[in-house]
């Protein structure tokens, strides 16, 4: 993880693309794939702690194990992104309380341990057969409200801090302007709600989850334009690399991705086409939800790569 480090703090190309070569997309996947498991997180947590895991097609069983395989393709980005593979290890050597690095290896084992618990509520099938006993062990469980209860707030602490994270990871890199803002963690932990409730609504089996779903994200989206508008306020009121980051997003090289592909299509168009839906003006459609998505993923895309561009001596952007 200080391969990260290194590529935020020492890279000063000024011809970078701005969709990004293919060798630089394991970051903002990674970003993308720990916000939107973040999100999922969060969802299941409320939706056991709320009970609907008496519900056999809770979205709360799904959830869990998808999430397991997103974190963990995540952290295999994050992986060939190290140029010293095999000591990745010594992050669970020690823990550092001012190193974001450090939190953020000991938040992911717990999360993995928090989806864990998630998924032994109602293991699926395939996986019931394969461990003996796990079906009597899942009886255990559900036997305890207390007990869902607990994991269900589990799920939600550790899906917010994993969410917080994942912008906290880039605003503590002070050398660049355009990520070194408070906000930037709230930006993408609500991005990360957003683009979670969007995908676990395509999938959702329950009708009032995937209603309540839709309404949540018009919540979040709403939110995030309004965040996101905060988030370049700050930046045009702060010292001149700082108006010069935002310049990057708002009319510079950035500007044609960030207006069409993260605020028209990831924000805009899914919360009108969704705010119909849910009035019953129109029927639900994928669109927005897809929408929703493909909007965060290119977020990250422009916000890391933007980020690199942007640093306290932009004589080169002149």
């Not at 717990?110 to 062990?137: C, D, H, M, W």
């Not at 409730?197 to 009032?208: I, Q």
């Amino acid at each position: 993880m200080r391969d990260l480090i290194e590529l935020t703090t020492t890279r000063h190309n000024p011809h970078i693309d701005p969709f990004m070569s293919m060798w630089e997309w394991q970051i903002p996947l990674y970003l993308f794939l720990g916000g939107i498991v973040a999100g999922m997180m969060i969802i299941s947590g409320y939706f056991l702690f709320s009970q609907r895991y008496k519900y056999t097609d809770c979205a709360c069983f799904s959830t869990p194990i998808i999430s397991l395989i997103l974190i963990s393709i995540g952290m295999f980005f994050l992986f060939l992104d190290l140029s010293h593979k095999l000591y990745f290890w010594r992050l669970y050597t020690t823990f550092k309380i001012n190193s974001p690095m450090s939190w953020g290896a000991w938040i992911l084992l717990l999360v993995y341990l928090a989806l864990i618990l998630n998924l032994f509520i109602k293991p699926p099938e395939f996986i019931q057969t394969k461990i003996r006993g796990l079906s009597n062990f899942s009886l255990k469980i559900t036997s305890h409200p207390f007990l869902i209860k607990i994991i269900g707030i589990a799920n939600m602490l550790l899906g917010l801090m994993l969410g917080a994270y994942t912008g906290i990871l880039l605003s503590v890199m002070v050398a660049r302007p355009l990520w070194n803002s408070s906000i930037l963690w709230l930006l993408f932990l609500i991005s990360g709600l957003s683009t979670a409730a969007a995908f676990v609504h395509l999938f959702a089996k329950n009708k009032y989850e995937s209603e309540l779903l839709a309404k949540a994200d018009n919540g979040f989206l709403t939110l995030e334009l309004f965040v996101l508008f905060v988030f370049l306020i700050g930046l045009l009121t702060s010292t001149k690399p700082h108006i010069e980051a935002a310049i990057l997003l708002l009319n510079g090289q950035f500007a044609p991705a960030f207006w069409v592909f993260v605020v028209l299509m990831g924000i805009v168009l899914p919360l009108i086409i969704q705010l119909l839906a849910v009035n019953h003006k129109i029927k639900h459609t994928p669109v927005a939800p897809i929408f929703v998505i493909i909007g965060g993923v290119i977020l990250r895309f422009i916000i890391v790569e933007a980020g690199q561009l942007s640093h306290w001596f932009n004589a080169h952007l002149k």
